[in-house]
């Protein structure tokens, strides 16, 4: 027996439309009742082979974007949904009619619905071009209101909905608590557990009680982890107590919120396994033990992408699957080969590796979620209403509003509040870790378009030497010196810091504009200890790629610059002693 809260889920209706041969129905809504839900799913569970049972715990990858009919790679999709019966899709990419087209596609093809999953963690304008993208989660940590968290939510499940996708992988409930390695950095709430619970509380509320599933990840913590050496996995090596008062508390708080779905990672914790240094994708005492047992997880236990090339040399491409079910897993996401590992869980049910009733177990709990987001009445999105849904303007001014009021201040050595006025002729310097960073060009032109830029000039990794004394005659030149950092921690191993070249140059530059040396962050609040010289050093909470809306922030900041607005945001993470977790300055 499933034991579930009756989460509200409160979404209104998706339907179906006739353009793609899919019958009109009557408006319904797209959530069902508990009692309901519960009904459909063992009764649909009796009729199915065990062949079936398994097929529904596995969730494939696919792409959004158009793709022609005769494709192999549509062929191939098509041939898990309606031969295969497999459960769901994560996917990845697209536009938003594209994608609901493609999904109704399969949806149609499928006997039981699909659960269509996707990682929205900076929403859905993460993964389908034209949706919202928000910054990331610590900017809602930044700001502290639990409203503005459930707004994201609530946005993302709409036009998740819209475009026909059930589940989103967020959000990121680990801890991060470790200023020199930020494994998370922005990705994360921060280092406050009652800030955290709050915040991940209502985003979580805010998806489930407006028609899309939330996942908490990533069990059992990955804030605070590092290599093991000479591998790709990671450890926790913190006690026991430490562990269950920091990292297993966060995902207590998203358990207490009735998150539908958990997603654990390749991490060991010793302390919790008697010294075992299996990951918890493959670990019964982190993923049925503690999860179940002690935390009280009663909903759906997904692992992490299971293709990843150290899971399959350590374990096998499909015996990690075997593993990951017999840990105590409900869903495989992203096998090596979807089709094998299928086979071969079958195979370990019928020489009784795995039993028949663990297996119904799994299956139950993904047929109850897929009948209480009224699937099994409904599977279709309405292609009709997705313009009318996705990326509108009310929640475009959501992300403007979570970009203004999380603007950080660290340090004002009265430069602020500002003007245009007051900032004058700009030299513009961009800072970049990567050869590559698609928003500095972007943040470029929309400085460049609020105010007179003397010049940009950008510091790449190989970089011409003779262009840092061309940056120090032009900072000499310009009224204001202002530089934008793109500079992302390093995962498992540092905080980003600056390039030493770069930083010497900063600094110089400090010395020549002692007074109107402005220092914008984009994504990384750890390199304020290393320029606390500047004149103003300013915090923005998105990384770019799949963890925030850098963009967003450009926009904020010149308004900043304007004397527009004022900044209202509080650091969620200790960085260095002088700046402390709630530092940040308001005038």
């Not at 609901?100 to 929205?120: H, V, Y």
């Not at 928000?134 to 503005?148: K, Q, R, T, V």
């Not at 075997?322 to 094998?340: E, S």
């Not at 897929?370 to 309405?382: E, T, V």
Request: net charge neutral.
């Amino acid at each position: 027996r499933i034991l579930l809260t009756a989460c509200g889920l409160l979404l209104g209706a998706v339907v179906a439309v006739s353009s793609q041969g899919v019958p009109k129905s009557e408006q319904t809504a797209a959530t069902a009742s508990h009692a309901e839900a519960t009904k459909w799913a063992d009764e649909t569970l009796k009729t199915l082979s065990l062949e079936q049972k398994v097929a529904q715990m596995v969730c494939e990858q696919m792409r959004g974007e158009y793709v022609p009919e005769d494709s192999p790679q549509f062929q191939y999709w098509l041939r898990l949904a309606r031969d295969h019966g497999i459960g769901g899709f994560v996917v990845y990419g697209g536009t938003p009619h594209d994608t609901a087209r493609l999904l109704n596609r399969l949806q149609r093809e499928a006997k039981i619905p699909l659960l269509i999953s996707a990682d929205f963690e900076g929403g859905p304008g993460q993964q389908i071009a034209g949706a919202t993208e928000f910054p990331a989660n610590m900017a809602l940590s930044a700001i502290g209101s639990a409203e503005i968290a459930y707004e994201v939510g609530k946005v993302g499940a709409i036009e998740g909905r819209a475009i026909g996708i059930h589940l989103t992988y967020s959000p990121v409930v680990d801890i991060q608590t470790q200023p020199g390695n930020p494994v998370l950095s922005v990705r994360s709430f921060g280092g406050d557990l009652d800030l955290l619970g709050r915040m991940a509380g209502a985003y979580v509320r805010g998806y489930q009680e407006n028609g899309m599933l939330a996942t908490a990840k990533h069990y059992p913590g990955r804030g605070d982890v590092e290599l093991i050496p000479g591998t790709e996995f990671t450890i926790n090596r913190k006690p026991a107590e430490q562990v269950e008062r920091e990292d297993l508390l966060a995902f207590k708080k998203a358990i207490d919120a009735d998150v539908a779905f958990i997603m654990s990672e390749h991490i060991a914790v010793p302390s919790l396994t008697n010294g075992s240094d299996l990951p918890a994708s493959v670990e019964p005492t982190l993923a049925t033990t503690w999860l179940r047992d002690k935390l009280g997880f009663q909903g759906v236990l997904t692992s992490d992408d299971l293709w990843y090339a150290k899971m399959t040399a350590r374990f096998g491409a499909e015996r990690s699957g075997v593993l990951a079910v017999k840990a105590g897993h409900d869903a495989l996401l992203k096998p090596a080969d979807a089709v094998k590992t299928m086979a071969a869980v079958v195979e370990a049910v019928k020489t009784g590796e795995i039993s028949q009733a663990q297996i119904d177990r799994s299956v139950r709990r993904l047929l109850y979620w897929k009948a209480r987001l009224n699937l099994h009445r409904n599977r279709f999105a309405d292609e009709s209403r997705v313009s009318a849904v996705v990326g509108i303007a009310p929640h475009r001014g959501l992300v403007r509003t979570i970009a203004e009021r999380s603007l950080t201040v660290l340090v004002n050595e009265g430069f602020f509040p500002s003007s245009a006025a007051k900032v004058g002729r700009i030299l513009h310097v961009v800072i970049q870790k990567n050869e590559t960073e698609p928003a500095a060009a972007t943040v470029a032109a929309k400085i460049r378009d609020a105010f007179p830029v003397v010049q940009t000039l950008v510091f790449r990794p190989n970089v011409d030497p003779r262009l840092r004394d061309q940056a120090l005659r032009a900072a000499a030149e310009a009224d204001s010196v202002v530089v934008s950092l793109f500079n992302q921690r390093t995962v498992y191993r540092d905080s980003g810091p600056l390039r030493e070249a770069d930083l010497t140059l900063l600094r110089d530059m400090i010395q020549i504009r002692p007074r109107t040396t402005v220092v914008m962050s984009y994504g990384n609040p750890y390199l304020a200890e290393s320029l606390q010289q500047a004149t103003a050093f300013v915090v923005g909470y998105g990384e770019g790629g799949f963890y925030g809306n850098q963009v967003a922030y450009a926009d904020a900041f010149i308004r900043l610059l304007k004397g527009e607005v004022m900044p209202q945001g509080r650091l969620p993470v200790n960085v260095s002693a002088r700046f402390p977790m709630g530092s940040g300055l308001r005038f």
